[in-house]
């Protein structure tokens, strides 16, 4: 059997995908492919186990931002180093984070929020979950010249709870979650990626709505292996992933979750990860973040 590991618990978005192509991996290669949901440190256990795995093609990692580009910034050992110990075998999907205010506040742009954080300094309230959201609010405060108090929550159910009860103002979270509270008058105003997300058009960008070359993160995760995989197993999964997603039913599964479908060579995931890391590696430095 096949095991593919997930670092982090059953239901969220990223591992009920996960889930799916597994099943339809299964199916294709015709031997099971077993999920090992193994959550802790922010995803760095279950990501490190992989790194430490056979490199036999039969021990996989849904990696994601968090472990592969984000977490070694933010960990001072995360037990794994992203550049060496992985083989990217093919990226599945890719959201971004959104920018999300009470139905109270009244700044309905970007430009209007950096405004008002001017106006009255110290006085906003932003709620995250850490990693990513919180890199893309500690960059939007360098970048726009303001301020404001940053309180970290456990997960994206209680950034948008505490939005919607006021005890926050301004909340940065996954996009698929904003979309469960719009019948109650929270806003999104931008999402954090450089270009506008296809799946809600009609949500203009950090960017260009009031922080001209803002880019910020966006919620990707992918296939992988331990470094030391043979190339020809690399290349049959890689085809058997592309193959996964273009079904109907895989893309009605990532696009219900708010993700878009990517797909790709191994090589172009390789690329796109580590240009990720990099960017997330100077936007820590940048912050003065100092490794946990």
């Known amino acids: ?19 799916g192509v597994a099943d339809k991996m299964g199916e294709i290669l015709g031997q099971p492919v077993v999920v090992d949901n193994r959550p802790g440190a922010g995803g760095t256990v279950g990501t490190k186990a992989v790194a430490k795995a056979d490199p036999d093609g039969y021990t996989l990692l849904l990696g994601y931002t968090g472990t592969l580009a984000i977490g070694p910034s933010l960990y001072r050992n995360p037990g794994y180093d992203p550049r060496k ?32 954080a001017k106006a009255n300094p110290g006085k906003l309230n932003f709620g995250t979950t850490g990693g990513s959201s919180e890199l893309d609010v500690r960059m939007l405060m360098q970048r726009a010249g303001i301020d404001g108090e940053l309180l970290l929550y456990p997960g994206g159910t209680q950034v948008l709870t505490a939005l919607a009860g006021n005890e926050i103002q301004v909340a940065l979270n996954a996009i698929r979650g904003v979309e469960s509270l719009r019948g109650r008058g929270v806003r999104a105003i931008a999402v954090t990626s450089p270009r506008r997300f296809a799946l809600a058009p009609e949500i203009p960008t950090v960017g260009e709505s009031g922080v001209p070359g803002f880019k910020g ?48 060579s191994s090589e172009d995931f390789r690329t796109f990860a580590l240009e990720e890391l990099d960017g997330y590696e100077r936007t820590a430095r940048e912050a003065k973040l100092e490794p946990r």
Not at 8 to 16: D, K, N, Q
Not at 231 to 247: P, Q, S, T
């Open 1 to 19: 059997p096949i095991t593919l590991v997930i670092p982090f618990a059953p239901g969220g978005s990223t591992a009920v995908v996960g889930r």
């Open 217 to 264: 993160a966006s919620l990707w995760f992918g296939l992988l292996g331990p470094a030391g995989i043979p190339r020809d197993v690399v290349e049959k999964l890689n085809r058997e992933v592309n193959g996964i997603l273009a079904m109907p039913d895989v893309i009605k599964r990532v696009t219900g979750m708010a993700h878009e479908v990517i797909g790709g």
């Open 85 to 116: 110990d992985f083989a990217p075998i093919g990226a599945i999907g890719n959201a971004p984070n959104s920018l999300v205010v009470h139905p109270s506040f009244p700044a309905k742009t970007v430009a209007e929020l950096v405004a008002y």
